[in-house]
């Protein structure tokens, strides 16, 4: 059974960091891609950042280009979403999802058929 969990949400202030993290069980290949998202209160869905595991390669939405970043230690687990200059803005419940099969391309266009529950994220000002 595929899993993901996310965690290291929480309650910061406007300029600071946090850093996501996105455990993942049952992976036994790497043709998959992990994938950040995050819904706030009255918003759609918005996609932010990607990380295709076969070529390590990630895309990140225009929105948090230069502030955000996706990374994972080598092979290991989790894939990681450090978030710097927080703003009140980017309060949302933030999940992680996976695309499985390799696909190429804008890895935020990949179907995400598997998601965590997400961790909610407040940046107060």
């Known amino acids: 059974q595929l899993r993901l969990v996310e965690s290291g949400g929480g309650l910061v202030r406007s300029g600071e960091s946090l850093t996501l993290s996105c455990v993942t069980s049952g992976f036994d290949f790497d043709d998959y891609t992990i994938g950040w998202f995050r819904e706030a209160p009255g918003k759609d869905q918005e996609g932010l950042s990607c990380?295709?595991?076969?070529?390590?390669?990630?895309n990140y939405a225009d929105s948090v280009k230069g502030r955000f970043t996706i990374s994972r230690d080598g092979a290991k687990n989790p894939v990681y979403l450090q978030m710097d200059n927080l703003k009140p803005e980017d309060t949302a419940v933030y999940y992680c999802?996976?695309?499985?099969?390799?696909?190429?391309?804008?890895?935020?266009?990949?179907?995400?058929?598997?998601w965590g529950r997400g961790t909610q994220v407040t940046v107060s000002s």
């Open positions: 990380l295709p595991i076969f070529t390590g390669q990630p």
């Open positions: 999802a996976a695309a499985l099969r390799r696909q190429y391309g804008y890895c935020l266009s990949f179907p995400y058929t598997h």
